[in-house]
T-cell receptor, first 116, second 117 residues
Framework: DVKVTQSSRYLVKRTGEKVFLECVQD?????MFWYRQDPGLGLRLIYF???????EKGDIPEGYSVSREKKERFSLILESASTNQTSMYLC???????????????FGPGTRLLVL | AQKVTQAQTEISVVEKEDVTLDCVYE???????LFWYKQPPSGELVFLIR??????QNEISGRYSWNFQKSTSSFNFTITASQVVDSAVYFC??????????????FGQGTILTVHP
């Protein structure tokens, strides 16, 4: 089974803090994604990475950065957290190594972030 | 650009009722995949089904069935004899098959399904 884990289920941070959200997958997947989920807006893509040290902006990258130093790990960074970044953050991965998986994204359990 | 619309924001049914969740999409790509995901209260998105644009055959899996109609750009999801455990948020999504897409998905807004005992 594909396993995607996220470092925290719940986080509470203060405005202006630097926040790190970690995501790890154990299936040697090339592609990894960060989404945020807000009521009525569905999931929106923040950033994705198709290889180590490679990254591409998604639809809403402002206020975020990412890091992919190792294939299995993809980090989302909020440089200076703001209250409008309070949201549910979901990580996903998909790979090329297994035809059955390469077209399907598998998701982690999500991190609910509250910025005060 | 792609767009996925789930017009039903919330649906409430009583157990054992059948329920259909609508999904309409827009894309300029001629080849693409469509997906349904379920998000239970625990938060994790669970993959339910993937269909490609070449295959318009309907699919049934237990109490779940999917109706893909390319002519109307719709990919609807029906739960037969609903159960309380079906209560969740359901997302429809689309992905172009082009290799440069890197697997990026476009999601609908989600439909909250509540099944009452």
């Amino acid at each position: 089974d594909v396993k995607v884990t996220q470092s925290s289920r719940y986080l509470v941070k203060r405005t202006g803090e630097k926040v790190f959200l970690e995501c790890v997958q154990d299936m040697d997947h090339e592609n990894m994604f960060w989404y945020r989920q807000d009521p009525g807006l569905g999931l929106r893509l923040i950033y994705f990475s198709y290889d180590v040290k490679m990254k591409e902006k998604g639809d809403i990258p402002e206020g975020y950065s990412v890091s992919r130093e190792k294939k299995e790990r993809f980090s989302l960074i909020l440089e200076s957290a703001s209250t409008n970044q309070t949201s549910m953050y979901l990580c996903a991965s998909t790979g090329l190594s297994d035809r059955a998986y390469q077209e399907t994204q598998y998701f982690g359990p999500g991190t609910r972030l509250l910025v005060l | 650009a792609q767009k996925v619309t789930q017009a039903q924001t919330e649906i409430s049914v009583v157990e054992k009722e059948d329920v259909t969740l609508d999904c309409v999409y827009e894309t300029r790509d001629t080849t693409y995949y469509l997906f349904w995901y379920k998000q239970p209260p625990s938060g994790e998105l669970v993959f339910l089904i993937r269909r490609n644009s070449f295959d318009e055959q309907n699919e049934i899996s237990g109490r779940y069935s999917w109706n893909f109609q390319k002519s109307t750009s719709s990919f609807n999801f029906t739960i037969t004899a609903s159960q309380v455990v079906d209560s969740a948020v359901y997302f429809c999504a689309l992905k172009p098959i082009a290799s440069t897409s890197y697997g990026k998905l476009t999601f609908g807004q989600g439909t909250i399904l509540t099944v009452h005992p």
